[in-house]
């Protein structure tokens, strides 16, 4: 497996600092380029729209959306500190390939779709600073594909330094814009207090959790983590998942600071007015000067929404490389994959806007935002499942305490997602003038995307229900075999794979070999991840086989054998001949299920495959 962003990757080291100020600075940085995705383009409409309608009183919502945020990105850290592995990486190993493409899919879909709001963004503030035309504001957004090479070919810290800069004239923005707007300080409390005022109300609500926790950067956090080098040892990981956290509660509550600040502004301006209807960034910009006042405000409105959108665009494109590499295992050079990342997203826009004109955005927005919704819960739901599974964080495991609250926020973002992507098919069902075309095509796919997401939910807790009852196996093993004066057989390999194939295996191979022969335990691990990866791979299937065959090495040194184990990786009539003919064995001792005709067919042959590739002689025995 590839090293996530290679060219970066542990590329700023942590250690030697002198001081702990100094140390906790040099984990600063991945969290920032994470919040900015939290205050992008596709987030501006949502706050603007509950500001406008509801005043102040979903503030609770923003807030509450971002600690959902923080506890996801803390887990997605959480992977990529202690396995090194980013999250698309980690569901390359666990997943078959067929749901590996799927997921990758549909994680490019995300990337594309959160991108589309990002250009149209940042196009959005080009036409109103400059009256460049949306379509020519597009076309210049393909230009911030050079930037991000020229960043990243400068080293990651300036990268960081660039974002955070853009993430400060945001900042700077909204706080002029709070001093012009003059909030109704008592208002903003009430409104982190939890109320619903209309079932509108609701709807919003989900719009903002919905357009809040972003898909791509689970799969960013994860990678970006891994550009800092440190010690690691126990102590060392401790500390990177301590300093990881800080960072991620600064910039995320930064994030929180912004879209507060959106929805306050339209509050203190629209709604206090009654203009509730202001959903449209252009409408936005037009109003805010003749309302406040002042000239100043739509002019840092603009210049907030550019560097909103110019920041998200490239922390966009770097989590499109990390899907394609994590996924697909595609590396090709750099500035090619971000050209193609971009067009991805342009060419759409471009489509669109020519067809219908530039009053169709706000719509493109939001369809932005519902493509989203539907991806949300395949890069939560691993990410819960990876952080929960003790082999692979290898005692950096999150506590029951975490994976429950993590189960109810995944839980609240997919059920609010689900009923966002509901009510659009249901509206493009009712609105329709062909409606059969939607039923044939839209609603199978949203069938097929709710069976996928069942499945992802389902598998771990399976897999591991299968490598529990297998733990018990070793302990049924009863030695019956038949003792006889002469062994004529000193080294003896015995094939086992856990089933009940092994106890007559096993007694077959002491019959012909005794207490003065040596034996070696031989097990193949097959999962997708140990066939890609071979001995490299670091999975839960792979830390159990290992468990289970020492356990049976345990149980036979006890009664006296002289044992000994290899594991073997990937397919077992390619893996057990490599093992055999590289050792000093004289028998290969096999047992067999007893598949005949249409299982041979459906279960596949080892036995048959394997006899002609080793160079001892196999004895099999039949269960």
């Known amino acids: 497996m590839g090293k996530s962003l290679e060219e970066v990757h542990e590329s700023i080291t942590t250690q030697g600092k002198t001081t702990k100020f100094r140390k906790i600075?040099?984990?600063?940085?991945?969290?920032y380029l994470i919040s900015v995705g939290y205050m992008d383009p596709g987030n501006w409409a949502t706050d603007l729209a509950g500001g406008s309608q509801f005043g102040y009183s979903l503030l609770w919502v923003l807030l509450m959306s971002n600690l959902m945020a923080l506890l996801l990105q803390s887990?997605?850290?959480?992977l990529g500190i202690v396995t090194q592995r980013d999250l698309a990486q980690a569901s390359r190993e666990t997943y078959s390939p067929f749901i590996n493409y799927m997921l990758y899919f549909l994680a490019e879909i995300a990337i594309?779709?959160?991108?589309?709001a990002e250009v149209l963004g940042m196009a959005i503030g080009l036409n109103l600073l400059f009256d460049i035309s949306l379509i020519q504001g597009v076309m210049i957004t393909v230009l911030d594909t050079f930037l991000l090479l020229f960043l990243i070919n400068k080293g990651m810290r300036k990268m960081e330094a660039f974002i955070i800069a853009l993430v400060a004239i945001i900042g700077f923005s909204f706080v002029f814009e709070m001093i012009f707007a003059q909030p109704e300080m008592g208002k903003v409390l009430t409104g982190l207090i939890p109320t619903l005022p209309s079932q509108a109300?609701?709807?919003?609500?989900?719009?903002?959790?919905?357009?809040?926790?972003?898909?791509?950067?689970?799969y960013l956090h994860s990678s970006l983590v891994q550009t800092r080098k440190f010690d690691r040892s126990k102590a060392g990981i401790k500390?990177?998942?301590?300093?990881?956290?800080?960072?991620?509660t600064i910039a995320l509550n930064l994030a929180f600071f912004v879209n507060a600040a959106i929805l306050i502004l339209a509050a203190a301006?629209?709604?206090?007015?009654?203009?509730?209807?202001?959903?449209?960034?252009q409408d936005a910009y037009k109003l805010l000067s003749p309302m406040l006042g002042n000239k100043w405000a739509p002019i840092l409105f603009a210049v907030a929404l550019i560097a909103a959108g110019q920041s998200s665009t490239i922390t966009g494109t770097l989590a499109g490389q990390i899907i394609m590499e994590g996924y697909l295992n595609l590396r090709i050079q750099p500035w090619v994959r971000r050209i193609i990342t971009r067009l991805i997203a342009i060419v759409p826009a471009v489509i669109v806007i020519s067809v219908f004109g530039e009053g169709v955005t706000g719509k493109m927005l939001i369809f932005s935002q519902v493509i989203l919704s539907l991806q949300l819960g395949f890069a939560i739901i691993p990410l819960i499942h990876f952080v929960s599974d003790k082999s692979k964080m290898r005692g950096f495991e999150i506590s029951k305490l975490t994976q429950i609250a993590s189960w109810i926020v995944a839980l609240i973002i997919v059920s609010l997602n689900a009923k966002l992507v509901f009510d659009e098919i249901n509206g493009w069902l009712q609105t329709s003038d062909n409606p059969i075309v939607l039923w044939l095509t839209v609603v199978p796919l949203a069938f097929g995307f709710l069976i996928l997401l069942l499945y992802i939910v389902l598998r771990p807790f399976i897999t591991k229900a299968n490598h529990e009852i297998a733990s018990h196996l070793p302990h049924n093993f009863e030695l019956n075999f038949n003792k006889v004066a002469t062994y004529n057989k000193k080294n003896i390999a015995i094939s086992v794979d856990f089933s009940d194939a092994d106890q007559i295996a096993i007694n077959s191979a002491f019959e012909l070999g005794g207490k003065e022969a040596n034996y070696t335990l031989i097990h193949v691990v097959e999962t997708i991840g140990a066939i890609f990866y071979g001995e490299n791979i670091e999975d839960h299937e792979t830390t159990i086989d290992e468990k289970l065959l020492l356990e049976y090495?345990?149980?036979?040194?006890?009664?006296?054998?002289?044992?000994?184990?290899?594991?073997?990786?990937?397919?077992?009539?390619?893996?057990?001949?490599?093992?055999?003919?590289?050792?000093?064995?004289?028998?290969?001792?096999?047992?067999?299920?007893?598949?005949?005709?249409?299982?041979?067919?459906?279960?596949?042959?080892?036995?048959d495959k394997l006899r002609h590739k080793i160079s001892i002689p196999l004895f099999i025995v039949k269960n």
């Not at 887990?75 to 959480?78: I, K, N, P």
């Not at 594309?112 to 589309?116: Q, R, S, Y």
């Open 75 to 78: 887990l997605s850290a959480r």
């Open 553 to 607: 090495k345990e149980i036979l040194t006890e009664k006296g054998f002289t044992i000994a184990t290899q594991l073997g990786f990937g397919k077992p009539n390619k893996a057990i001949p490599k093992i055999v003919n590289e050792g000093n064995f004289d028998i290969l001792v096999m047992g067999t299920h007893g598949h005949t005709g249409f299982k041979d067919i459906l279960f596949g042959t080892t036995v």
């Open 239 to 248: 500390q990177a998942l301590k300093y990881n956290l800080i960072d991620s």
């Open 201 to 218: 109300a609701l709807y919003i609500a989900i719009g903002i959790i919905g357009a809040t926790v972003m898909p791509h950067n689970l």
């Open 112 to 116: 594309a779709a959160c991108d589309l």
């Open 25 to 31: 600075l040099a984990f600063f940085g991945p969290a």
């Open 269 to 281: 301006t629209f709604y206090k007015a009654g203009l509730f209807q202001v959903a449209e960034i």
